[in-house]
């Protein structure tokens, strides 16, 4: 029976309770503009489903090694190039490797820390809400900047609000331990979560490429790993 009901468990995704409140607001305005028209409820219904979807909190399997930088989101790989930081960031000028990763609408959108440090820096900055994928959205949209020093480094994570996302929430504050695979905030509806890096970093990911936050790995910072090839298929 212990069996039966855990089989039956793990189908079922925890959802964040962040999203209660815009579960809740779907399903009663599905109940109530369903008795207007009665293919509004399911019309409405199909919606709720898709909040519940959006909020889910899946568990996550993290690789541990020194080094090593995963990703903070799901989605996908969308630009890796040399960029200076944000300025509110307080990192030196000098441009870094920034990694991209855009989340759509069906992604998860809980975002997980790329390495394990001290939180140093969290600085939200309010603008605009361009198209999260254009290269100007990480300088004109709304955005929030951790930086986690690890191993004697700084590492930056962004958080960018895009056409839908209105809101960007963070579980985390400065002085914070955190570690590699946790949870640390997420974005509501569409955005992209950049990471600065060394620029000695060795790059492990392709443009394109699907990432799972918490999971797949985007470079590694002590240049341990070979340098990677990649073939869109």
């Not at 039966?4 to 962040?18: A, G, N």
């Not at 809740?24 to 489903?49: E, K, N, Q, R, Y």
């Not at 992604?107 to 820096?121: A, F, K, L, M, Y």
């Not at 955005?143 to 004697?152: K, P, S, W, Y």
């Amino acid at each position: 029976m212990t069996d039966i009901y855990e089989s039956i468990r793990r189908l079922f995704v925890p959802i964040r309770r962040e999203g209660y409140p815009f579960i809740a607001i779907a399903f009663a305005a599905a109940v109530l503009l369903g008795f207007v028209w009665a293919p509004l409820f399911w019309i409405l219904l199909i919606v709720t489903l898709w909040v519940c979807y959006f909020f889910r909190d899946p568990e996550r399997v993290t690789p541990v090694r020194e080094g090593l930088v995963v990703s903070p989101a799901d989605g996908r790989i969308s630009m890796i190039t040399n960029a200076a930081p944000p300025p509110e960031m307080g990192l030196p000028e000098a441009p870094m490797l920034r990694i991209s990763v855009f989340m759509n609408v069906f992604d998860c959108h809980v975002n997980r820390s790329p390495v394990t440090g001290r939180i140093i820096r969290v600085a939200y900055t309010p603008g605009l809400f361009l198209n999260a994928d254009l290269d100007k959205a990480s300088e004109d949209n709304e955005r929030n900047a951790l930086v986690i020093e690890t191993g004697g480094v700084s590492v930056g994570v962004v958080q960018i609000a895009g056409l839908v996302a209105r809101r960007i929430v963070d579980w985390v504050k400065e002085g914070d331990s955190i570690t590699t695979g946790q949870r640390f905030g997420l974005i509501r509806f569409g955005s992209r979560v950049d990471v600065y890096l060394p620029p000695t970093a060795q790059v492990l990911v392709g443009v394109g490429q699907k990432a799972i936050a918490g999971e797949t790995v985007l470079a590694d910072i002590l240049g341990n790993e070979a340098p990677r090839t990649y073939l869109a298929s």
